[in-house]
């Protein structure tokens, strides 16, 4: 019963490094989401994909990429790690528009950019 | 536009105490609201939800009801156990179906 998976759930990167963090869900969910959470602000929509070859950009996005080239993965690219984008990314998915009020997320992966 | 407002923590408590975390949001229309938990070194969970007005949410002995009058969603639970330590986040369903996050309330239940 893996519902959403994230890997990696810890990472260390040097200013200017590049990495991608991956997001697989087995529950067939049409719509997959990467947020970011920081103290005191809540969670932040980077990204979103409403199906299987589709993104969209969330409230922040600069400096993130993302790809959905099979339904069950949603992958979140940093090109060019700054220090601002050390934070805690969750993964998230749901079935319908009409379910996405109730997603299921990820464990979380914690990266620091030094 | 939408935006959610929570009480800021943490709050620490006793076991077996009344919980009252405040949520207000602020939206056009009717949007749905919801609470979710994070429990430690997890990711979030759906609580319960409401999706209009003077609904009742309830899930794992919380509580919370849809007031439109006051624009609030207010969680409550009668008798807090040490296992609800964790921080509880409103939202609310945007009418382009977006959710709208606050920025969380720890609780913190001390036995």
């Known amino acids: 019963n893996a519902g959403v998976t994230q890997t990696p759930k810890f990472r260390v990167l040097k200013t200017g490094q590049s990495m991608t963090l991956l997001c697989a869900q087995d529950?067939?969910?049409?719509?997959m989401y990467w947020y970011r959470q920081d103290p005191g602000m809540g969670l932040r929509l980077i990204h979103y994909?409403?199906?299987?070859?589709?993104?969209a950009k969330g409230e922040v996005p600069d400096g993130y990429n993302v790809s959905r080239l099979k339904k069950q993965n949603f992958l979140l690219g940093l090109e060019s790690a700054a220090p601002s984008q050390t934070s805690v990314y969750f993964c998230?998915?749901?079935?319908?528009?009409?379910?996405?009020?109730?997603?299921?997320f990820g464990e979380g992966s914690r990266l620091t950019v030094l | 536009g939408n935006s959610v407002t929570q009480m800021e923590g943490p709050v620490t408590l006793s076991e077996e105490a009344f919980l009252t975390i405040n949520c207000t949001y602020t939206?056009?229309?009717?949007?749905?609201l919801f609470w979710y938990v994070q429990y430690p070194g997890e990711g979030l969970q759906l609580l319960l939800k409401?999706?209009?007005a003077d609904d009742k949410g309830s899930n794992k002995g919380f509580e919370a009801t849809y007031r439109k009058e006051t624009t609030s969603f207010h969680l409550e639970k009668g008798s807090v156990q040490v296992s609800d330590s964790a921080v509880y986040f409103c939202?609310?369903?945007?009418?382009?179906?977006?959710?709208?996050w606050g920025a969380g309330t720890k609780l913190i239940i001390k036995p």
């Open positions: 998230a998915s749901s079935y319908s528009v009409a379910d996405t009020g109730e997603l299921f």
């Open positions: 529950m067939n969910h049409e719509y």
């Open positions: 939202a609310l369903r945007s009418s382009n179906y977006q959710l709208i």
């Open positions: 939206a056009t229309g009717y949007p749905s």
């Open positions: 994909s409403v199906g299987e070859g589709t993104t």
């Open positions: 409401a999706t209009k």
